[in-house]
């Protein structure tokens, strides 16, 4: 039976939904960092010369930085607290920002792009640690897939923004790629006060701060005796792949990579593929506009649905409703061009449920101890997919055809199904001390818990 106390049970308040703006801080200027450098190309290449190469690189340069990032992030934040970190990644956001308005070099460019993805990465790990560790039971589903809508407010702002900047002329992509900083500032300002994690202060011994922290966030009537023992005590980094919270890494990589690998193909290329399905005269831009917002919509719904119907539901059907709508823009790619868009806006809308479950699984099933880590981790090794598909698409749209990818991006999504119904766990009303722990509590059908619950009941 699901324990309860005063930090699972308390109302959503004032303090939490300020954690949670703030804590968006994070996707938001991934989605802006990642899309302004696609607008500012446009006049930074013409005026550089830049190879089809050079802007290749730099357009996934942050997508680099963020591997590094999301590694180091985590680590940090384990061994020295979620606080700290939290303010420095969106300040160093800032800071890097402003720098590139000076560049006139390539790879200073290059260089400062990367730094910028590295505290985007190192992000991710912290401001969702922070969030989970302070969010009530009942809400924090539905506070991780708001999370990652704001991705896709970010992507908006930097198309909005890159358009109104490119009034300014040939050196318009300096202020293009220097706008960062103003959202970066505004978050800044957000974090400023947060407290550190109630619950990394007390796996830590430091119980007197754990309750000043505890009551700045929910009053003096709630204190460290409210935070339920976690199952598993004593697990670092170190000991993750050998436990069975090696097995958890494994599954939340391999579902994150196949989730994300077809949507930051589609996101990226989606003006090509549309171009080849028969859009043109410009309904290509604007039919990956529409797009783009389908996306966020589908992200809102399933963070409307993921206490409704619960997490391995939700993943399973996202995943299954994907697949079939890539399949048909692949099997049908001379459809016409309302088929073709409301297939599009279909797999946009049905994805959404993956994309919000790469943040609630990580941190509802890894401890304290390694909740920053192993979701770092899974970060950074997810992207490595993500990268060498995004690298793929264009070479596979030119030699296999958009049916044809459109049919890889199935197979892959499909894989994430089968991923889904073989390991995805219900953790849905479960504290974080049951649901990070290795003996999970039953739950009302017989969901497994990933491949880690094979050899982990004792």
């Known amino acids: 039976m699901t324990t309860t106390n005063a930090l699972d049970d308390a109302p959503l308040s004032a303090f939490h939904k300020r954690l949670a703006f703030s804590a968006s801080g994070g996707p938001f200027l991934d989605g802006y960092v990642l899309s302004i450098i696609g607008v500012a190309m446009v006049h930074l290449s013409t005026e550089w010369g830049l190879t089809t190469a050079e802007q290749g690189v730099v357009g996934?340069?942050?997508?680099?930085?963020?591997?590094?990032?999301?590694?180091?992030?985590?680590?940090?934040?384990?061994?020295?607290?979620?606080?700290?970190?939290?303010?420095?990644?969106v300040g160093s956001i800032a800071a890097l920002s402003v720098l590139q308005v000076f560049v006139d070099e390539f790879v200073l460019l290059?260089?400062?792009?990367?730094?910028?993805?590295?505290?985007?990465?190192?992000?991710?790990?912290?401001?969702?640690?922070?969030?989970?560790?302070?969010?009530?039971n009942k809400h924090r589903g539905p506070i991780l897939g708001y999370f990652v809508v704001m991705w896709f407010v970010g992507a908006a702002a930097a198309y909005v923004c890159g358009q109104l900047l490119t009034q300014l002329g040939e050196n318009s992509w300096?202020?293009?790629?220097?706008?960062?900083?103003?959202?970066?500032?505004?978050?800044l300002l957000a974090r400023a006060g947060t407290p550190e994690s109630p619950r990394w202060l007390t796996s830590n011994g430091r119980i007197d701060r754990a309750n000043d922290a505890l009551r700045k966030a929910f009053g003096p009537d709630v204190t460290v005796e409210d935070i339920p023992d976690e199952r598993a005590t004593n697990v670092d980094l170190r000991a993750l792949l050998r436990s069975g919270y090696g097995g958890r890494l494994l599954f939340v990589t391999a579902y994150w990579t196949a989730s994300i690998v077809p949507l930051f193909a589609v996101y990226a290329f989606a003006p090509a593929i549309l171009d080849d399905l028969g859009f043109g005269n410009g309904?290509?831009?604007?039919?990956?506009?529409?797009?783009?917002?389908?996306?966020?919509?589908?992200c809102i719904v399933a963070a409307s649905l993921v206490n409704k119907i619960g997490r391995r539901p939700l993943m399973i059907h996202s995943f299954?409703?994907?697949a079939i709508a890539l399949v048909i823009l692949g099997l049908f790619p001379n459809s016409s061009t309302v088929t073709v868009m409301a297939l599009f806006l279909a797999y946009a809308i049905f994805i959404g449920g993956t994309q919000i479950m790469q943040q609630v699984y990580p941190n509802e099933l890894f401890p304290?101890?390694?909740?920053?880590?192993?979701?770092?981790?899974?970060?950074s090794l997810s992207r490595i997919g993500a990268a060498i598909g995004t690298?793929?698409?264009?070479?596979?749209?030119?030699?296999?055809?958009?049916g044809t990818t459109m049919l890889l991006g199935a197979a892959i999504t499909a894989f994430g199904a089968v991923i889904a119904v073989l390991w995805a766990p219900e953790?849905?009303?479960?504290?974080?001390?049951?649901?990070?722990?290795?003996s999970a509590p039953e739950q009302s059908h017989s969901e497994p818990v990933p491949v880690c619950g094979r050899g982990e009941q004792g």
């Open 427 to 438: 953790t849905r009303g479960l504290s974080l001390s049951e649901s990070s722990g290795l």
């Open 283 to 298: 309904m290509e831009q604007i039919g990956s506009a529409v797009i783009t917002v389908t996306f966020m919509v589908g």
């Open 60 to 89: 996934i340069s942050s997508m680099l930085g963020i591997f590094v990032g999301g590694i180091l992030g985590g680590r940090i934040s384990d061994l020295f607290g979620r606080r700290i970190p939290y303010t420095v990644t």
């Open 368 to 379: 304290t101890e390694i909740r920053s880590s192993a979701n770092g981790l899974a970060t």
């Open 320 to 322: 299954l409703w994907s």
């Open 174 to 187: 300096r202020w293009m790629l220097v706008s960062a900083a103003a959202p970066a500032v505004l978050f």
């Open 110 to 136: 290059l260089v400062l792009r990367v730094l910028i993805g590295v505290a985007i990465g190192a992000d991710y790990p912290i401001a969702t640690s922070l969030l989970t560790e302070f969010s009530p």
């Open 391 to 402: 690298y793929l698409v264009p070479v596979s749209l030119t030699s296999l055809g958009v």
